[in-house]
């Protein structure tokens, strides 16, 4: 049995790379995360963030207007949240800041009720 421990986007996507994972199967990544001692749960989540983009930190700050506006722009109240997810990495988001960004955008309009 592994032993968990505990690892960073960071880490994960260095080992996710030297491993070649782009070109294997998911599941084969996840497996090899585990041999190197990370519980099922946080290897599926690691593969999972490396696949969407696998940065771990944004390359600038996103201010609400910032966000409100390239939202807005992009007829945001009337697009899947995935589809404003990948717009807002496409003005060069990190994954998690664009997830962050499109829920607090959702509630701020009132498409998400907390």
Do not use: W
Not at 79 to 90: A, I, N, R, S
């Amino acid at each position: 049995m592994a032993i968990c421990r505990r690892g960073s986007q960071d880490e994960y996507n260095r080992l996710l790379r030297a491993f070649d994972a782009n070109n294997k199967p998911k599941h084969t990544s996840v497996h090899h995360l585990m041999i190197k001692g990370y519980s099922l749960q946080q290897a599926q989540n690691a593969v999972h963030v490396y696949f969407k983009g696998g940065m771990t930190s944004a390359t600038f700050r996103l201010s609400s207007q910032d966000r409100n506006r390239l939202m807005d722009g992009f007829d945001a109240t009337h697009k899947l949240p995935k589809d404003c997810v990948y717009h807002l990495m496409e003005h060069g988001c990190s994954y998690h800041q664009a997830t962050s960004a499109v829920y607090q955008y959702r509630i701020e309009r009132g498409l998400i009720h907390t």
